[in-house]
């Protein structure tokens, strides 16, 4: 059942090493990011899920701001909303 939350929730497909040591170690980083995730949701009261959040800050790495205003940038261009230079089809 672990395993099965482990491929799910925390994306873990297969383990990049044989070892017992290799397998714990990426285990227990994979467990850390997504506590940290998840505080970081509850820090900033997010609707979102954990998921999508991590993809957030995966495709931002590298920006040199921090993560309120990641959080607000995010918010502010939601690909969601609608376009006003949109036009109607129909």
């Not at 090493?17 to 980083?29: C, D, H, M, Y």
């Not at 009261?45 to 205003?69: A, C, G, M, W, Y």
Request: glycine share 2%; aromatic share 12%; charged share 15%.
């Amino acid at each position: 059942m672990f395993f099965k939350w482990l491929k799910q929730n925390l994306a873990v497909k297969h383990f990049f090493g044989n070892s017992i040591n290799a397998v714990k170690a990426q285990i227990w980083t994979a467990v850390c990011t997504y506590l940290l995730v998840l505080i970081a949701i509850r820090h900033h009261r997010l609707p979102v899920s954990p998921q999508i959040f991590l993809h957030l800050v995966e495709t931002n790495i590298f920006e040199k701001i921090t993560l309120d205003q990641l959080v607000a940038n995010a918010i502010l261009h939601d690909p969601e909303a609608p376009d006003s230079n949109q036009l109607i089809l129909f």
